[in-house]
């Protein structure tokens, strides 16, 4: 029974975190350029076919196919000959790009390092070498990419101004490295080493930013995310934007792995911002950023057993009945009900009076700003409430463009009705999946249909963590196209380092069209 109970524990805690298991989207892209089927990945050491866009990092990696709509003005720069023009599956072109052992493969462009470096994907951003004593540079290693060998890269160029550094991976067989500008050829002359280049701006742009017109977001702005490697100058970069263009710096932000710029800018001006901001040399990546939306669906019974039998029909609504035959939870037949267990969970906001999270006489412990762990005050549901984004975060659910849907996914996480008792076999309509399990809640309102995420995830998952919560649930998506994105990055980002936690999210009936953060 030992091992039975771990099985049906380990089981029970992933079934509470997709109490949403299948939600359907009404969120369409608006201005869907690519789309990504992504398989699983392996240690980035030993794939070579992982994923790149300007966005891998220490992360277990992704394995991409990408079909792209290319504008005229920004045509893929691919060197001659390759790739073969013809229609290839995922399994047959990463097998193809594995016999091309000199092969550079950005999201803007595949070029062979044997043939030099490819042209700019749009004439502004043409490369003119680095103004300041060091840059940032595609290493391409010749056969294995071992940690020793990594290791003598960084100490040839430990004089590096900010230090030497390596950053993320890019097949085949290459890293992007900080390195001064006058040790180069020596790392080139290394006898594992097949070509070092610089990493060109148009390597740092998601090429659908260079179009010359976007949709705007509902509030008529388009929102930019900028990352900047890790130590170099973010502040700069912000205030030479504000200089320059019409923008709301929503955010400038050191991260765990990147440091951060978020803003809104007029759609005009988007292409030239995405230009300035490549060109700037301590730039990494440059991506739309897209608001999130609710998703989520009500389900219990599905979820543990598909037994549907007693639910009620369309008509009768969400209602199931109160009680219910055990053949239809088998988790909760084996005394599974969250006990113990903290879920954390990002949304907008959560009705602490509601009767299945209320605890009279007790405080909900909150953390009104930052991301400090409050004291437990014993609340028998909430162990953790933090305000979210300052100035929009309200430690309630009652913003009307949101229609209590915090309250309704914390509810189907593990909403309590203590009028009823689960362990009992009668199951109030509203109790959630696990509805012994205590919560660590996130505001995300922002004071508009959409839901705030800070602009580094690793902050979120970490506080959650730090809370004792490791599980997270987010039941929100964006309209941001079917792609690997920056905040899909760190989700992977934070799993990869800190494997205990368990992250999910919706979704939909047709996986090709997940969106962030369904595509982490």
């Excluded at 369409?28 to 699983?40: C, G, K, L, P, W």
């Excluded at 949709?215 to 900047?228: A, F, K, L, R, S």
């Excluded at 992977?492 to 979704?507: A, G, K, Q, R, V």
């Amino acid at each position: 029974m030992k091992y039975k109970n771990s099985y049906y524990l380990r089981l029970f805690a992933i079934l509470v975190a997709i109490a949403m298991f299948v939600a359907p989207s009404s969120v369409s892209a608006r201005e869907v350029m690519s789309f990504e089927n992504i398989t699983a990945g392996a240690d980035a050491l030993s794939n070579p076919e992982a994923d790149n866009a300007g966005l891998s990092s220490f992360a277990p990696m992704r394995i991409t196919k990408t079909i792209e709509t290319v504008e005229p003005e920004f045509p893929a720069a691919v060197s001659s000959g390759w790739p073969p023009q013809r229609e290839l599956s995922i399994k047959d072109e990463i097998a193809a790009n594995n016999k091309i052992p000199d092969l550079i493969w950005f999201r803007a462009a595949k070029f062979r390092s044997s043939e030099g470096l490819p042209p700019p994907i749009a004439p502004e951003l043409e490369f003119t070498g680095y103004s300041r004593d060091f840059g940032y540079y595609v290493v391409q290693f010749d056969g294995e990419t071992t940690e020793e060998r990594k290791a003598e890269i960084l100490r040839l160029a430990q004089d590096t101004p900010l230090g030497s550094a390596i950053f993320y991976y890019i097949p085949n067989s290459a890293w992007v490295f900080r390195l001064s500008n006058d040790i180069i050829d020596e790392i080139e002359a290394l006898p594992f080493i097949r070509w070092v280049g610089p990493l060109l701006p148009s390597f740092r742009v998601r090429p659908e930013m260079l179009k010359t017109e976007h949709i705007p977001d509902e509030n008529g702005t388009v929102g930019i995310t900028i990352q900047v490697f890790q130590k170099d100058d973010y502040i700069e970069l912000a205030d030479r934007l504000e200089r320059n263009f019409d923008i709301e710096l929503v955010e400038a932000s050191p991260g765990a792995h990147h440091e951060y710029i978020v803003i809104r800018a007029k759609p005009e001006d988007v292409r030239d911002i995405a230009i300035f901001a490549a060109l700037f040399e301590g730039t990494e990546w440059v991506e739309r950023d897209y608001p999130n939306y609710p998703l989520n669906d009500w389900s219990r019974w599905i979820t543990q057993s598909y037994n549907k039998v007693g639910m009620g029909s369309l008509a009768a609504g969400w209602n199931a009945q109160m009680s219910v035959d055990a053949s239809h939870v088998p988790v909760y037949r084996r005394n599974l009900y969250g006990q113990g267990q903290l879920v954390g969970y990002l949304d907008s906001g959560l009705d602490t009076n509601s009767v299945y999270f209320c605890d009279p006489g007790v405080a909900v412990p909150k953390t009104a700003a930052g991301w400090g762990v409050p004291v437990d005050t014993g609340h028998r549901k909430i162990r953790a409430y933090n305000y979210g984004s300052a100035g929009t975060g309200d430690f309630d659910d009652i913003d009307p463009t949101m229609g209590g849907h915090g309250t309704h996914v914390g509810g189907s996480i593990g909403g309590d009705n203590e009028a009823n008792n689960p362990t009992g076999g009668t199951y109030d309509p509203g109790d959630g999946m696990a509805p012994l399990c205590r919560i660590v809640h996130t505001d995300g309102a922002d004071g508009t249909s959409g839901i705030w995420t800070p602009a580094d995830m690793n902050t979120l998952f970490g506080y959650a963590q730090n809370c004792g919560a490791y599980i997270h649930s987010n039941s929100y998506g964006s309209t941001a196209p079917t792609t690997y994105n920056t905040d899909a990055q760190e989700c992977d980002e934070f799993m990869w380092n800190n494997n205990c936690l368990l992250y999910t999210s919706p979704s939909p009936r047709d996986l090709s069209t997940s969106r962030m953060p369904s595509s982490a």
